[in-house]
Nanobody, 124 residues
Framework: VQLQASGGGLVQAGGSLRLSCAAS????????MGWFRQAPGKERDFVAV????????YYADSVKGRFTISRDNGKNTVYLLMNSLKSEDTAVYYC??????????????????WGQGTLVTVSS
């Protein structure tokens, strides 16, 4: 199983980016997928998660109202649209997936699969 994240880059504060994470090796249409991020010298923090059907979502307070998570089960892909980016959003963003059905995750220990990470740098 592989999760391939892409879409990171350098953006000015107030700008937008869309991250993508394509899964291969198995389907996750019944499993939660989401995003975490890790800034230099800090722990990996939860960002957002979406349920298998796409109807349930949950966000960290720090990104609520600015980030939107979505998924396309036909493409086995999850997305993270990031608007109104701030310098404190600078981090490596990791996509994540669970092998459990019907359970959303907000902690790293609940994640079974990780992507390789994509760097987002927001300049002020």
């Amino acid at each position: 199983v592989q999760l391939q994240a892409s879409g990171g880059g350098l953006v000015q504060a107030g700008g937008s980016l869309r991250l993508s994470c394509a899964a291969s090796g198995r389907t996750f249409s019944k499993n939660a997928m989401g995003w975490f991020r890790q800034a230099p010298g800090k722990e990996r923090d939860f960002v957002a998660v979406i349920g298998g059907s796409g109807e349930s979502t949950y966000y960290a307070d720090s990104v609520k109202g600015r980030f939107t998570i979505s998924r396309d089960n036909g493409k086995n892909t999850v997305y993270l649209l990031m608007n109104s980016l701030k310098s404190e959003d600078t981090a490596v963003y990791y996509c994540a997936a669970s092998s459990s059905v019907g359970v959303l995750f907000t902690t790293a220990r609940s994640v079974d699969y990780w992507g390789q990470g994509t760097l987002v740098t927001v300049s002020s």
